[in-house]
């Protein structure tokens, strides 16, 4: 990807050139548009407050919850008890006034934001083609896609496996059985909040790579140098949100692994391409 002064100079170009104003309102209109987007779905969600919290925030804390059934079948079979949560009671309160409305305004912008992703991901890609060379822009929209597909995917793997593990593991936790969990709604909102949006975040490394690639930050052989760190860091991640036995942390790291070797072959073709064309 070139800059925009780049994209100016060069022969490939936009037929308007833009200046830094414009440029500047353009960003603006991005940003209405998505914040427009955002609260729109963000008023969806708080109207429809039973769905959001009943069916979907609350939900992996429950022994009936599907992943926690799943995993006490799979425990069964394998013999890893400790997979099985199936008497797991976590108590959640609230101790503020004013908590339990404010915490629904809370889930209600982030789950705007979950909803529109894919075009929020679409606003910040049109803001950056301009800037593109015509060969790059007609990959836009595989970029919009898969942008927003890796999110998605995150989301979803998030929520129905790191999030009921975590829960469940923390909230089981004890230092001594004369001290009772009583989690606060905050407390327990915050972590299914960060834990989901930041596997959701992780899912995009390869479109990170993709980027650091073509501005040289990394380079495929940097990434295989480092694969060994990388898996280091997947295990004391898995090893932290999820409970002590080795299966679990396996389940957890093998996607993260995953998406890892994936951004080593995206890079590995993105430096290979930009080498010919500093060659050529």
């Not at 790059?136 to 896609?145: H, L, W």
Request: net charge positive; glycine share 4%; hydrophobic share 50%.
């Amino acid at each position: 990807m070139a800059d925009v002064s780049d994209n100016i100079q060069g022969n490939e170009k936009t037929q308007d050139e833009m200046s830094f104003w414009q440029h500047l309102e353009a960003l603006r209109w991005h940003l209405t548009r998505s914040i427009i987007a955002v609260v729109v779905f963000a008023v969806v969600a708080f109207l429809n407050r039973k769905i959001i919290f009943d069916d979907i925030i609350l939900a992996p804390r429950d022994s009936e919850f599907i992943t926690n059934r799943l995993l006490c079948k799979l425990a069964d079979i394998l013999s890893f008890k400790s997979l099985c949560f199936e008497s797991f009671d976590l108590t959640i309160i609230n101790i503020k006034m004013s908590g339990q409305f404010l915490t629904h305004m809370y889930i209600s912008i982030i789950a705007g934001i979950i909803l529109t992703i894919p075009y929020i991901i679409w606003e910040i890609w049109s803001f950056i083609k301009p800037a593109l060379y015509k060969n790059e822009r007609k990959y836009t929209n595989y970029a919009v896609i898969s942008s927003s597909m890796l999110f998605i995917i995150g989301i979803l793997f998030s929520y129905f496996l790191i999030v009921p593990l975590t829960v469940n593991f923390l909230g089981t936790y004890h230092v001594s059985e004369f001290v009772q969990n009583q989690v606060s709604l905050k407390s327990y909102v915050n972590t299914v909040v960060s834990v989901t949006f930041a596997v959701g975040i992780v899912f995009e490394l390869p479109i990170f790579m993709y980027f650091f690639t073509k501005v040289g930050l990394v380079t495929p052989s940097f990434l295989k140098k480092n694969r060994k760190y990388m898996l280091v860091i997947c295990l004391i991640l898995s090893a932290i949100i999820t409970p002590p036995d080795v299966f679990s942390q396996v389940l957890v790291c093998i996607p993260l692994i995953g998406l890892y070797e994936i951004s080593i072959l995206i890079s590995k073709r993105v430096y290979t391409k930009r080498q010919e064309e500093l060659a050529g």
